[in-house]
């Protein structure tokens, strides 16, 4: 459907562009309030993140404060404009596909209560859980809930790709992280069952393509995800088990492979026991005499060297 219209001449329509405008002002002034003290919570983005940095923000750790190369905030504010023109797009082409094309669009985009379209801040919900024995929240914002031609309820988690043109092109499935998040969606915005993610590539192979060239250099591919219950129970089972660690303060094991984007690194290396510490060493060197590419091999050794650096301050 977005290759379709994305061929044809693009579409101007101011009154549609302003009524997107009017309705985000009107959400970003009149946020609804959530009451995060009652309970522990996790986002969905945050679900596949390492349990030791979950340990960590739910016993209420320091975030870091990261100062990143200019071209990574670039790539993330890139990554967010990608989501909006998609956004854009869907609620063009449910006002616009089918007297261009004869035929009514395959997705149309589900409305909240309220009338507005059901992503973003429009649908951010606090999701109360109780399992496990335990009670906690799921908080977060899809990037959509679509409507698909026979009445299903679908969602939508749209992604970036900027690194090369052909890597949408490798792609045959959704990477695992992903997944993990659209299950905590379907949790939050049950019923729902159904879930496309779609990834959509910054860089390009060329401006002129033969259509073989383009089938092999795609940049939006989309995969479909079917989540069934024992999925969203194994999840659950996952987040409830570090609420679990945190009542009885044993601290899961740190995921060196997960430290990228954790987001607690110096509350991670700080808490660290003597015998933990030498452990992470250990699996560092390992590493380092492993098999792996050069570029993971570095990312192994520089975590180490970071939470080596940290614990020799010894600074908060």
């Known amino acids: 459907m977005l290759d379709r219209y994305h061929s044809a001449p693009e579409v101007w329509d101011d009154q549609l ?32 993140a390492c349990k030791r940095e979950l340990y960590e923000k739910l016993r209420g750790a320091k975030k ?15 990554g967010t404009a990608i989501g909006a023109m998609i956004q854009r797009d869907l609620l063009f082409i449910e006002k616009h596909y089918e007297k261009m094309f004869g035929e009514v669009p395959p997705f149309t985009v589900e409305r909240t209560p309220e009338g507005y379209p059901a ?44 690194t090369t043109a052909g890597k949408t092109g490798s792609m045959r499935e ?51 995800i079917t989540v069934t219950d024992d999925d969203r129970a194994a999840l659950l089972d996952e987040l409830a088990s570090v609420v679990q660690a945190v009542k009885d303060g044993t601290p ?18 700080l808490s660290l026991s003597d015998e933990e510490y030498a452990e992470i060493q250990r699996q560092a060197r390992a590493m380092m005499r492993s098999r792996l590419p050069e570029w993971k091999k570095a990312q192994f050794w520089e975590a180490y060297e970071f939470i080596k650096a940290v614990r020799e301050r010894g600074v908060a």
Request: hydrophobic fraction near 35%; charged fraction near 30%; proline fraction near 6%.
């Open 17 to 48: 562009d302003a009524l997107i405008h009017e309705q985000q002002a009107k959400i970003l002034r009149t946020r609804r309030f959530f009451d995060f003290k009652s309970q522990p919570y996790f986002s969905p983005s945050s679900a596949n």
């Open 64 to 78: 870091d404060v990261q100062i990143r190369p200019p071209h990574q905030g670039r790539w993330t504010r890139l």
């Open 119 to 162: 992503w973003e801040d429009f649908a951010t919900r606090l999701h109360v859980v109780e399992h496990g024995g335990h009670r906690f929240a799921l908080y977060g914002k899809p990037d959509g809930i679509l409507r698909y031609k026979d009445g299903r309820r679908v969602g939508l988690e749209l992604k970036s790709k900027q």
């Open 174 to 224: 959704a990477e695992g992280k992903h997944v993990v998040q659209t299950v905590v969606y379907t949790e939050m915005y049950a019923p729902l069952d159904d879930y496309l993610i779609v990834y959509v590539n910054a860089a390009k192979k060329d401006w002129a393509m033969t259509e073989e060239e383009y089938a092999k250099n795609p940049d939006l591919v989309a995969f479909h």
């Open 252 to 269: 899961p094991p740190l995921e060196l492979d997960k430290w990228t984007f954790n987001n607690y690194k110096t509350a991670c290396a």
